[in-house]
């Protein structure tokens, strides 16, 4: 069993959807949990982090943990063209020297 | 801003060849990585460095080294280039101490022919 899985897609989606998009993990020692957005040609950009459970919200994004089913999301609200890129989850553990393990991305389509 | 520059966006090598991917970070980060990114298997750790003329291996360091003679440049070396190296390259930085984002360059889009 790898360490974090993510569904790869692709997923296409209307504009002004709601996008899940979800990882599951093995390691219950992971205490950090991040989502990156990737546009195409670029590398990868922190896009919301969270500590441990519970959610964050920032505008049309929310990042949700649930370490006892050790499995994160993010949604996307009113989902927009511009949104459309991959998006790769990644934790780690509290020590500062791990580095991060990452999903390998779902690549989303925002169609207008 | 933090930035991590890849000095090249396209690169087209032979077969045999040595290459050598440069990245620099301005933000006088410790911590530094390689990743290789292909479709399907997403980002690969390739080697990492928690300081000057240290390194580490990571997942798949094969047929690969690194080089990091000062704390802002980290550089990954192919000893003698193949055609499965043919790959999208990722350089990134991390500071230390507490929690921090992964700051990662543009990528470098290696083909070897």
């Known amino acids: 069993q790898k360490e974090v899985e993510q569904d790869p897609g692709p997923l296409s989606v209307p504009e002004g959807a709601i996008v899940s998009l979800n990882c599951t993990y093995s390691?219950?020692?992971?205490?950090?949990f991040m989502w990156y957005r990737q546009y195409s040609r670029k590398g990868p950009e922190l896009l919301m982090y969270t500590y441990s459970s519970g959610n964050k919200e920032d505008g049309r994004f929310t990042a949700q943990v649930d370490k006892s089913s050790k499995y994160i999301s993010l949604f996307i609200r009113d989902s927009q063209p511009s949104d459309s890129a991959t998006y790769l989850c990644?934790?780690?553990?509290?020590?500062?020297?791990?580095?991060?393990?990452f999903g390998k991305g779902t690549r989303l389509s925002v169609i207008a | 801003d933090v930035k991590v520059t890849q000095s090249s966006r396209y690169l087209v090598k032979r077969t045999g060849e040595k290459v050598f991917l440069e990245c620099v970070q301005d933000?006088?980060?410790?911590?530094m990585f390689w990743y290789r990114q292909d479709p399907g298997l997403g980002l690969r750790l390739i080697y990492f460095s928690y300081d000057v003329k240290m390194k580490e291996k990571g997942d798949i360091p094969e047929g690969y080294s690194v080089s990091r003679e000062k704390k802002e440049r980290f550089s990954l070396i192919l000893e003698s280039a193949s055609t499965n190296q043919t790959s999208m390259y990722l350089c990134a930085s991390i500071d230390t101490g507490g929690y921090s984002p992964l700051h990662f360059g543009n990528g470098t889009r290696l083909t070897v022919t």
């Open positions: 990644a934790m780690s553990p509290p020590s500062g020297n791990t580095p991060l393990v």
């Open positions: 933000m006088d980060h410790e911590n």
């Open positions: 390691n219950s020692a992971f205490q950090y």
